[in-house]
């Protein structure tokens, strides 16, 4: 059940997730629950990300995927970095996490595989809403490319090409409460960077999935892949 699911990550999944950090076997900056019904509904949620606050991890979960729980609003109360799906969510949902800057992270391919109801991506940006985007990338929504999101991004949820561009670079970073290190090309930030070889940026969109267009990926100023 919810209740003994629960009670397995507060008192022992969460510690030995502490003793291992502490040991330095694994390191955690995030804490995600899959708030949905019938799975970790509400109040079960707020219990775990409250428990994961107080270890310092991010607070960065699923919400409103299937059905409306007001996982949202709960979500930005707890002081979320970020809420991911949104297919459900509610317009005062939206007015908070426009409010808060709580970014909302959309997963076009998996709405689409499970035919669900399009986030109301147009409304969250044009209410303020920091909006990124991501794969979702897991057995049910196998796909890697990011290029291949944001012309989804565009196609299905009508966002420009600049707001897909930005969902998937600096607004990405925000995501992960990053956006001061990464996520654009700035001084004094990490030289994360991925060339491609296109007659535009637009080309990178435009393309579908230009992920053979690739030549170069640069982490931190280090080249990690050459095509």
Known sequence: SGINAEYGVLERQIPAIMVAANQGKVAVDNIDVFCEK???ETACTR???????????????HAEELNYL???EMGVNAGATAISHLEEISDEGI???????TAAVILPTTAWL????????????DSGVVVALGTDFNPNAHCLSMLRIMNMACVEYRMTMEEAMAGATLNSAASMGLSDKTGSVEVGKWADL?????PSW????????????ITHVIKKGKVIYRA
């Not at 499970?114 to 940006?125: C, N, Q, T, Y």
């Not at 991925?194 to 296109?198: G, M, P």
């Open 114 to 125: 499970l035919k669900l109801k399009a986030p109301p991506v147009r409304k969250m940006l």
């Open 47 to 61: 219990e775990i990300l409250k428990k994961g606050k107080e270890q310092g991890w991010k607070i960065n979960f």
């Open 194 to 198: 991925v060339l491609l070889k296109v």
């Open 95 to 101: 007015r908070m996490m426009a409010e808060k800057k």
């Open 202 to 213: 637009e080309h990178c969109i435009y393309q579908m999935d230009a992920s053979d267009t």
């Open 70 to 72: 007001g996982g949202v």
């Open 38 to 40: 019938g799975i970790f």
